[in-house]
Each structure stands twice: as C-alpha cells, then as structure tokens.
C-alpha cells in the first residue's frame, strides 16, 4: 500500500522546518497516507505549523513512550477532550489529574481479568443470540453488512455485561438504537471542538433527547443496583468499588459517567476489529483454516468458557495481528502542558502531540514487511518490538478494558469460525478510512455459509 522510501531520506531534509498550511488538502484528503508519508519521508518527529496551532507527529516507538509514560503528567488530554467531556460527564476516558487518577484506582479490579470471568456466559449467549439470526440470513440468502453487526453485538455485549440479563431484548435494543444516534450526534459536537458552546449545531436537541433517554435508563438500574447486590454484572462491579484510603463509594452522578464511557470506549472499538478479522480471514483462507482447526480441537463443539481462553492461541494471534493492522483508535492526542524536549527537539507549551498507532505500527524499523498480514508475529516466544505495538495505548492511561476487549473478541471469533464460514460479495476494495475509528470504507456484505460436520448447535 506504502511504498517503503528509506529512513535515511529524513538526513537530507535536516533543515527542513515542518509542514505548514499547504499540508492541510492531503492531510485532510487521506490522513492515513499523509501520516505515513510524513514517517517515511521526514522521519521520527514531524512539526506542523497552521497558523497560531502548533501540531508534532511523533512516529517513534520510544518517544511515544516518553509522551504516554516517562513524562506523561506534561501531556493532558487536551481540548477535544474538554468538549466531550462537557457531552458524557467526567468519565474516565476524559477526565484528567487527581479525579481521574482516584477514579482509575477505584475501577481498575473491576476490569480485572478474573473478575472479567464472571461476565463470560453473558457475553456468549448473546453471541449464540446473533448466530441464530445468521441462519435466518443463511436460509434467506440474505448477505449481513458486518460492521454493522459487529456493531450490534458488541453493543448488546456491553449492556448485557453492565446491567444483566435482567434487561429485556426490546430494551437492549432500545438501548442500542439510541446510543448509536447518540454517539452520531456527538462526533459532529467532538470534531467542531474549537467552536464555541453557543454555536447551534444541527443535532444538538435531537443529542439532548438520546443522553435524557439512556439517562433515565442508567439511572433505573442504578438505583434497582443498589436494592439487589448481584456481583456478575459490570454495573454491581462499579457500585461496590470502594476507595482504599476514604472508603468512599461512587456518587449515582460518577456511575452514570462510568457507565456512559464505557459503552463510548468499549464497543466501536473491538466492534470494528471484528469487522477487519472477519475481512481478513477471508482474503487468507490458509489463515482461516487453521483457526478452525483450533477451534475443533479446543471446543469440540462446545460453547468457549473462559477457561478455554488461554488454549485458543492461534485465535488470540490473528485478533491481535488485525489490532496492530487496524487499531480503532488509530489517534492518540496529547497536548504539552509546559515546555519540553521530546527525542532532541524543543517542544513548546500548548504544541498538539499525535501519537498514531496506526503509524507505529507500520515503522519499517521495528515491523519488517508490515503490510503483510501475519498472525505468527504475535506466537507464543516470539517478541513484539517494545513498545511498538500500542493499540491500547501505554502509560497509565492505557486501555482499562483492554483484557475485556481480547476476551470478547476470542469468544466471538472462536464461536463464528466453529460454525460459520463468511464469503464476501465480490468485486468489493476494502480500504480504512478514519471517522472516528478505523473502520472500512465500504460495507461489508458478507454471507453467512454454515459449515458442514460438527458444529455448535444454538
Ligand atoms: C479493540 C478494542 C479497544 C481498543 C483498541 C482500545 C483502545 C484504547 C486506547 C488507545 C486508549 C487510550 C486512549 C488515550 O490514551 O488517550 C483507551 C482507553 C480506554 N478504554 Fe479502550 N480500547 C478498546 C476496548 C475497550 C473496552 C472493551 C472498554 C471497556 C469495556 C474500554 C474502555 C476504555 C476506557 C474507560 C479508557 C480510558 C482509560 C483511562 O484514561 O484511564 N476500551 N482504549
């Protein structure tokens, strides 16, 4: 896709002072391409200047690190964020400084990988919910758009993981409906984020409505929650989390924030991962085969539980291979707080830092031949490049969810490839494109085609 240019083309540009207002068509046009342009052709740390707005692409591995961990309490979330958090609350995705690092120790042994566990049966019988319905499809010869798909599901995933199997199928699907409307609506808000609040945007009473709707629902199951203790829910897990020192528990107000994050940061994400692992194994059935194998021999024929997990490898090496090739959160933006020196250069307060998974992920240096789509990159003993691989981020902000995200994405590839193998309507290029997450451009019309012998009945 890229042609690879020699690192060593950065020397003969060591004058050269940035990118300026002329950058902003090809940055606009295709940001992918002008990101690992600017990798190849300027090297680790790329300024850009645009008017008063001073931005720094940071492609190095190291220097990442530097931004997200060594140095991270110089790099807040900046504005973009300051405008969400004005949208969803003081979650923890937005918040920042002494709330959110109270709020990160409170939630942390809720994501813990055990307590994880707890949520594994729910989490597959909504998935066997969507494998009947892919049936339907199959006998209809009906193909499924699978972004969309991916999407419901992982939706369902987490309200079903956060409130139990208490809440009904129309309320869940509610529920789904008017998050996606809502999550539509502030994308429009996020990326207008330099506008002020008083600005109309289309949308903006059409987003009031969808946050008091879900709000009226979060708030019932908060206040049901704190009636009837049940610890397999995620909700149950937010309430009953205590600060150490205080003893203080979360305000209703915190756990709404909470709640709304993580149905935010934990659904599109590995939602549009399933997408390119589905769109993957089609385009390498050698790839596909082995993953059934896999899941013949480790299943045969059952539902996963988690303790199957750590003996689907090869299943977790082809999700994690397609997280380094399409990580969702293809972004990640921090701004300097006061002055600084990143890698050699001077880095002035309020400069925009943009750290791209996407890029790092590609860094001829540390990824031979990165295009290539190739589980065994991630086999047991082979070692990824240190810090080249932060689709999670790094630091201590990096991904709460992350072992949720995995086990979900497991469970989910392992019971698909056990029953169904997806054939993709022809004549169709698939490329990433970028709003918000990296998502393919195009849909993704795939048929459901059951495969034949053993399999799970649901
Ligand atoms: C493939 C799936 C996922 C990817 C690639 C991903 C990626 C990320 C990244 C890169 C960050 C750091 C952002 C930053 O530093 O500014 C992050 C933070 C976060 N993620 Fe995920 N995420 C995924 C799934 C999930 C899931 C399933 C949940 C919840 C169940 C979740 C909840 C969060 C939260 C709450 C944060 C904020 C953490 C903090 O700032 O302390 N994520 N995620």
Redesign the pocket.
Known sequence: MYTIATLSKAQQHANWQGYGLTAVPSLAKDPLQFFMNSLLEHGDLVPITLGPTRLLLVHHPDHAQYV?QDNWRNYG?GSM?VAIRKLVGN???A?EGDY?LR??RL?QPA?HRQRLSELTTTITATISEMMTEWRTAEQQQTPIEMAHAMADL?MRI?VR?MFGTGISNAETQELVTVFADALRLMNVRMWTFFLPDFVPLPGDAAFRSTIQHIDRVVYRFIAEGRQTPNTHT?LHMLLEMQDEVSGQKMTDQQVRD?VF??FM???E??A??MAWVLHLIWQHPDVERRLQREVDEVLAGRVPAFDDLPRLTYTRMVIEEA?RMY???WL???TAEADDTIGGRTVKAGTTILIS?YVVHRHPQFWEDAERFDPERFANGREVPRHAY?????????????S???M??QLMLAMIAQSYRLRLQPGIDIRPTTMPVLRPDHDLLMMPVARAGEQTQY
């Open positions: 997200l979330k964020w979650g923890l995705l918040s959110w709020q990160r939630m994501f992982t987490i993981t995620l909470e994050t993580i940061a934990g659904h994400t590995s549009t991962v997280v990580p969702p959160a990640i933006p921090r998974p932060i689709a999670f981020g790094e630091g201590p902000r990096l991904c709460i969810g992350n949720f995200a995995i979900e994405m």
